[in-house]
């Protein structure tokens, strides 16, 4: 069994706790979880105990760490990842990290890079609520790739954003252009995915998105585009909540384990 534990402990965080209670995940033992709103991380210790499995509290990260995981779920934000991502990796854990948009600072990037390779650990970057990774990778491969990434949300979702004004509920607009780079710094927890389709492709400075505002929308569309000499790629995807990116952690841990690696 390989040790797991996970920070942040929302709603992304219940449904890979849910998948380990659910057999889904049966080489892994969820250890500790650790919330900067503690009375989360106990509901989900809680729930892991009811189904028999022991699982710690942490207050801190230096006390997760030491419970020495192979694996770190984090499912918290941005700034977490920031926070937790150098002590991880050194201390021998692996992250599968949902917050990508950490990794939009170039140099963060390549100090986690490193610091990964000499304590033979990983980052890997769930697809969230996007996906395709594979194919983005591969045109960018080929050369001469342009991308772009479109998302569409409802006006409820850009409460407490910069861009959000009662109008919204009336009128559909755009109400970001701009690069990746620039999307998450304006959106610290929502674009997550442009940055990662941006690290699979031609980076988050050349990724341009466009953000639209749609009254009476639900959900997310993530419509990623990749075009090179010989190749025209649409990954488009909606979903009515994130639940997609809890799952795809599941689908990542699962990956890790499989001798078949999609
Ligand atoms: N890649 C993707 O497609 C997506 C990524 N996300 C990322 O996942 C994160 C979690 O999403 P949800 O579960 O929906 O959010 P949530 O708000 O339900 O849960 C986040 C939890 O993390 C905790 N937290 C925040 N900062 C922390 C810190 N520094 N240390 C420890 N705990 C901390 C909060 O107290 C909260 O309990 C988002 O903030 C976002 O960065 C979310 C949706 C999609
Ligand atoms: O809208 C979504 O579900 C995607 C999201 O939050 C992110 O990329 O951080």
Partial sequence: MEKLVIVGCGKLANIVADAIINGLLPEYDLVGVCSRTLSKAESIAEKMRKHGKECAVCESLDSLLALKPAYLVEAASPAAMRELALPALENGTSIVTLSIGALADNEFCEQIKSTAKAHGTRIYIASGATGGFDVLRTAALMGNASARFFNEKGPDALRGTAVYDETLQTEQRT???????????????????????????????????????????????????????????????????????????????????????F
């Fill in 175 to 261: 109400v970001f252009t701009g690069t990746a780079d620039e999307a998450i710094k304006m959106f610290p927890t929502k674009v997550n995915v442009t940055v990662a389709a941006s690290l699979a492709s031609v980076g988050a400075d050349k990724m341009q998105v466009t953000m639209q505002s749609t009254p009476g929308f639900k959900g997310d569309t993530q419509r990623v585009e990749i075009k090179n000499n010989q190749v025209h790629a649409v990954i488009d995807v909606y979903s009515a909540t994130s639940e997609i990116a809890g799952w795809s952690v599941v689908n990542t841990l699962q990956n890790i384990m499989s001798p078949i690696v």
